[in-house]
């Protein structure tokens, strides 16, 4: 399975606009992180994904940064209705989780 990072155009950070999972492919696709069965890996330059990114995604299971995660801030309901996620991992450098 690929779990696939839909980027925010015209930003010089690395702002994830939407996850999703394989067979929900769009447009402005600029990466992937395949890892196990339902588990999205966020790449490290990632600083932040915004809200709704992963709204009713029922394809993600887990999701995790690395240790050397960018990753900062998490949007408002990123994970509203994804019923089948059970596990995120998040960096310490985390700072904002939305509601």
């Not at 925010?8 to 769009?26: L, M, P």
């Amino acid at each position: 399975m690929t779990i696939t990072y839909q980027y925010k155009a015209n930003t010089n950070e690395t702002i994830i606009e939407k996850i999703v999972g394989s067979g929900e492919a769009g447009e402005g696709e600029a990466g992937e992180g395949e890892a196990g069965e339902g588990e999205a890996i966020i790449p490290d330059k990632v600083v932040e994904i915004m809200d709704q990114a992963c709204v009713s995604n029922q394809t993600i299971t887990s999701l995790i940064f690395s240790a050397n995660s960018a990753c900062k801030k998490l949007g408002n309901q990123t994970f509203y209705d994804c019923s089948n996620l059970t596990t995120v991992i998040f960096p310490k450098n985390m700072t904002s989780i939305g509601n």
